[in-house]
Every structure is written in structure tokens, then in C-alpha cells.
């Protein structure tokens, strides 16, 4: 039961009966550390609607809750704010309600509806970098709080597999790679199809600068380069399908799969469908043809079509070519549709995707609504800013990306390194040393990513994010491992109904009122598409059991009651420290 739900009741019931309005909402906060009360009743947004003086209205409304609600002990009010004291043994009363209670705050499923969550969506000509890396952990955190919300969900991804881009790669590849193979080379099958990417930049580049110095415009140039030539000629001979090009395409964009899969496999992020591009590309031609007929597009003089959006403040958008040839715009209309054929429970999917692709999803969702598609009206862009380092942005074709994989390995050994500085893993053998940095070396990647709002953009640090203060992963960990510690010292001290006329200190009754958030949260979290509400919930959760433990004591109590319920508090924080760690794909430790 939810304090504020019933506080929320009985405020508009006092309203209604002492000045006869229908307060239409009810506002709450955290009651300031400096006045005494567990939740804050916010009076001002009440004199819209009820006149006169806002500390005679909260005196007031005070007194009926006092009256009609066995929870509120007292109160108090300081201006506009009613501060609500709530019996001890409401906390208790709620603790024993789910101290066995497994996924404590989850929804079960429901039975009708899904969502489909799409996310990495990687090009095949180069590796994973660190922008992928946000796009895979929003994207698979998001898929794992819409399931804890009580939502069906598939994971999915459009894995960009044909164009110029991957030709590039194909055609340096062919002329500088002497049959070079994953196998033959040691290198991860993505790294090496990336490293043709970089190397036919290296010799276009070269030939523009050739063109210009013998005169040649630098436009004319850049369009005439014999290796660009030569690509586009290759694109070409995969859309007619060239046997010997569509070998040497299925060949590469394997190695690049393979690798892909090491790299998902090591970030701890999974999928349920695939879909290629090679496999979509044409779609939405028919869908747009039909829209054609039915008004929805218009055809220009040139033969292209296009949908006018002026009136919704855009603009004309181009859906098909005067060559009747596809653009990005068709795919994704097929695409989409495609997904709710195969899966006809959908009603609703969330696009993991880079903010520079905002208008791009305004057109788009314009677009299927316009078409007619009930279930547009759920489609939702998960725009995300971009991760920067101290360094500077990164950069494809010049091979100055932070790879995935080399930031992963980089994160374990700054793990490891402040670790050892830290003697956290003290006694531990080499082989539980390297699982431990590891995990914390991901879990601070992760965290840090995830506990800033997905619209702004990061500064990436990675020294900063290991640190075990402050609001970092590995602080979090540790205090989980802290819990761990305290268990198997209070061995023998077993599980029971906690007496609820038992006195509580402070400590322990913010703690309650903390795990009594968790629910409350994932839904906010779901509605909002946002992991930062569980990633901060999870540290103010940790900040408020380090305090308590500090103050309280656990282990040395004598008292052989409170010593118990300390014990299962305790238990219970670090249960919901791993559900809510789990929900962003972060593992916790049981020692450190």
C-alpha cells in the first residue's frame, strides 16, 4: 500500500467536505530533513482552486487526515507545506508484507499487448563503438523495465547490411587484403572488415589530393575518384545480384556477425528478432503506392513521391524516386509494418536512436498515423545524446572511434587498477581478481551511462566512473557486497514477521520508506522510457543504507528483535539493489 495513494484520497475528500472543491490532483514531496514528517503535502497548488490563507487550509485538511486516516500520527505546517508524520507500524505492517515477496516491485505480465524495443542497429563495414555502446545499454535497459512494468516486449535490431558503405569495405578488401581472414590475421572479424573501411578512406582521399594537383576541381574531384567509381560500380552488381559480389558480401558481413555476437555476448545485451536491410530495403514501395491512391502521397512532375507535411509544421518529405527506387523513409514505413505482421500483438515500439534522427521519427510516425495505423499512435522515439570523451568526438572513417570491445577491456583494467589501489579484492585468488574487475569494470561503464537522462549528452570518463564514492556503480556494488558481509555473519539469524509495535529509529524508517518507492519507480521509469530513475533510485537506496549503517547498529545489537528486523532489512535492501542493478543489465558481487 502506497502512503500517498490514500493521503492522496483523503486530501481531495477533505477539500470536497470542508470547502467544497474538487481538487483535481494532489502534490506531494519529501519532507525537508529540518522539519519533522515522512511526506509533504504541497498546499499552493491548492489556491487555484480554494481561497484564503495556506496555513489555515493545510491546518485544516491536517486534522481531517489526523481523524480519518489511521496512518497519520500528527503534523505540522511551515507556510505552504503540510508536513504528515506516519505511524511506525504502517512501515512495519508494509515490511512484512514483502519481505518475502520475490521480484518485489515488478508487474506480472499482462496477457494482451506488446512493445517492441529496437536498439544497436550497427552498419556491417565497421565495429561497435562507444556511441553504440549508450544506444545497446538504453535500448536493452528500457526493453528490461517495460517487462518489470508488466509489459510483453521483443528486443530488436536493423542491422544496416548493404550499401556503398559495406562496398567500400568489400572493394579495399579486394585489392589490399591478400585473402586476409579473421583467422588468418588474429582480428575479430568486425575489426577487420572495419580496418578496409579506414584503409579505402586512406587511398580516396589520396586520390582526391592527386586529382587536385593536377588541376582538377576539389568536387569534381571527391565525385571522381577511380576507388569511389569503382564502389558504386560494386553497389550496383549487388542490386543485380552478381554471384561473385554477393559472395564476397555474405563472406565479410558473416565475419562482421560473428564479431558483433562476442561484442553484444560481452556487454550482457541480447535480442529476440533480427531484421537486415538487404531484406527490407524494398519494403513500404507497396504501402507507399497504396497511400498514393488514397491521397496520402502526391506525385511531382519528375515522377518522385513525396507527402506534404506543412500544415503539421514540417515539410514536404520524398517517400519514393523518380526512378521508383527507395529511400531510408519507404524502408521504415515497411519495416514497421512488417514487424506488427510478425508480430501482431505490438501495439506499440520504441526506436533506440541518436538525436540527430529527431525529425527523421516525426516524419515517420506523421506518416504511419496518416496511413491509418492505430498502433502508430504508441510509437516512441528513444532520442539520446551523444557520448564525448576528453579526447573529442570520434570519428569512423579516420579510425579515431573508442571501440566497444578495446573500451570494455580498458574499463577492467582501470577497474583493477583502482581496485588495487583501494585493497578491495584483498585475499582473492588471480583468477577471482580478473572475474571481480571485470564486473565492476563494466558495471561502472554502465551506470555512469545509464544515470544520466538519455537526452543529454555525456562526458565520458573513465577514471571518473570506477571511483567507489559518490554515484558510481562500483559504490553501489560495494555497498551490496557490505549487505552480503553482514548476511553471512548473521547466519542462524532467521527470516519472521516483524513485530509492528516495534520502535523505529530513524534510519530505519527512511530506509522503509525508500524500498517502499521501488514500485512506484519502475513505473515512472517504464512511462518515461528513462534507466536514470532506476540508476539514481538505486544510489539514494545505497546512500540511505550506508547512513543507517553507520548509525544503527546491525550485528551488535542485543536486542534480540531489532536485531532480526535489521538483519531482513538489511537482506531486503540488497535484494532490490540487485533487482534494480539487473534491470540495467548490471551484475553485483557478493564479496569485495
Not at 578491495?424 to 555512469?448: C, H, M, R, V
Not at 577514471?463 to 555497498?479: K, L
Amino acid at each position: 500500500m502506497n502512503i500517498q495513494h490514500v493521503l492522496t484520497t483523503t486530501v481531495k475528500k477533505a477539500a470536497s467536505s470542508i470547502f467544497n472543491v474538487d481538487l483535481p490532483s494532489v502534490e506531494f514531496q519529501p519532507t525537508r530533513k529540518d522539519f519533522e514528517g515522512d511526506v509533504t503535502v504541497v498546499i499552493f497548488p491548492m489556491l487555484r482552486f480554494i481561497k484564503g490563507n495556506p496555513v489555515e487550509i493545510g491546518t485544516k485538511i491536517g486534522e481531517y487526515l489526523q481523524e480519518n486516516v489511521d496512518e497519520v500520527a500528527k503534523f505540522n505546517v511551515v507556510k505552504g507545506f503540510l508536513n504528515v508524520v506516519i505511524n511506525n507500524d504502517f512501515y512495519l505492517k508494509f515490511f512484512n508484507a514483502i519481505q518475502d515477496e520475490e521480484d518485489y516491485g515488478y508487474v506480472k505480465t499482462s496477457s494482451t499487448g506488446a512493445s517492441m524495443v529496437e536498439y544497436s542497429s550497427p552498419n556491417t563495414n565497421k565495429p561497435l563503438h562507444l556511441g553504440h555502446i549508450r544506444n545497446n545499454l538504453l535500448g536493452y535497459s528500457v526493453a528490461e523495465i517495460l517487462k518489470a512494468s508488466g509489459k510483453n516486449v521483443y528486443k530488436t535490431q536493423i542491422i544496416n547490411d548493404r550499401g556503398i558503405h559495406i562496398c567500400k569495405s568489400m572493394l579495399a578488401w579486394q585489392k589490399f587484403g591478400d585473402g586476409e581472414t579473421p583467422e588468418s590475421s588474429g582480428l575479430k572479424g568486425d575489426h577487420l572488415v572495419g580496418k578496409y573501411y579506414v584503409a579505402f578512406d586512406k587511398a580516396y582521399k589520396e586520390q582526391i589530393s592527386e586529382k587536385i594537383a593536377n588541376g582538377v576541381k576539389k568536387e569534381k574531384a571527391e565525385k571522381e575518384a577511380p576507388i569511389l567509381l569503382e564502389a558504386q560500380e560494386m553497389l550496383r552488381k549487388w542490386e543485380s545480384g552478381d554471384d561473385e559480389v554477393v559472395a564476397l558480401w555474405k563472406k565479410m558481413n558473416g565475419w562482421v556477425y560473428t564479431g558483433f555476437d562476442v561484442t553484444y555476448k560481452n556487454l550482457g545485451v541480447d535480442f529476440d528478432t533480427l531484421y537486415y536491410e538487404s531484406n527490407t530495403y524494398l519494403l513500404g514501395r507497396d504501402v507507399v503506392q497504396d497511400g498514393l491512391e488514397r491521397g496520402v502521397f502526391f506525385k511531382k512532375e519528375d515522377g518522385s513521391v513525396w507527402i506534404d507535411l506543412t500544415d503539421e509544421g514540417l515539410d514536404e518529405k520524398i517517400v519514393l524516386r523518380s526512378d521508383g527506387t527507395a529511400v531510408y523513409m519507404t524502408q521504415d514505413i515497411g519495416t514497421a509494418i512488417q514487424r506488427v505482421t510478425d508480430h501482431p500483438d505490438i501495439n506499440g515500439m520504441v526506436y533506440t536512436v541518436g538525436n540527430e534522427q529527431d525529425y527523421h521519427f516525426k516524419v515517420l510516425f506523421l506518416i504511419l498515423k496518416k496511413l491509418g495505423y492505430d498502433w502508430a499512435k504508441q510509437l516512441y522515439h528513444l532520442s539520446y545524446g551523444m557520448v564525448d570523451l576528453p579526447s573529442g568526438k570520434m570519428k569512423s572513417r579516420e579510425g579515431t572511434v573508442v571501440d566497444a570491445d578495446d573500451l570494455m577491456v580498458n574499463m577492467t583494467n582501470t577497474a583493477a587498477k583502482i581496485s588495487k589501489e583501494q585493497g578491495k579484492l584483498e585475499g582473492y585468488s588471480e583468477e577471482e581478481k580478473q572475474k571481480f574487475y571485470k564486473i565492476i569494470g563494466l558495471a561502472a561503464l554502465k551506470y555512469f551511462i545509464l544515470k544520466v537522462d538519455p537526452k543529454k549528452r555525456i562526458l565520458f570518463n573513465p577514471e571518473e566512473s570506477v571511483e567507489f564514492q559518490g554515484n558510481t556503480g562500483p559504490f553501489i556494488q560495494y555497498t551490496y557486497a557490505r549487505i552480503q558481509s553482514i548476511l553471512r555473519k548473521a547466519d542462524g539469524v532467521g527470516a519472521s514477521s516483524v513485530d509492528t509495535s516495534l520502535a523505529l529509529h530513524e534510519k530505519e524508517k527512511e530506509l522503509l520508506k525508500q524500498l517502499q518507492l521501488y514500485p512506484e519507480t519502475i513505473q515512472l521509469a517504464a512511462e518515461s522510457y528513462s534507466p536514470a530513475l532506476i540508476a539514481n533510485y538505486t544510489y539514494d537506496l545505497a546512500k540511505e543504507f550506508n547512513s543507517f549503517y553507520q548509525l544503527v547498529p546491525v550485528l551488535p545489537e542485543v536486542d534480540k528483535k531489532k536485531k532480526q528486523f535489521r538483519v531482513q532489512l538489511s537482506r531486503k535492501v540488497g535484494e532490490v539493489i540487485q533487482s534494480a542493478f539487473k534491470l540495467l543489465g548490471i551484475d553485483v558481487p557478493e564479496r569485495m
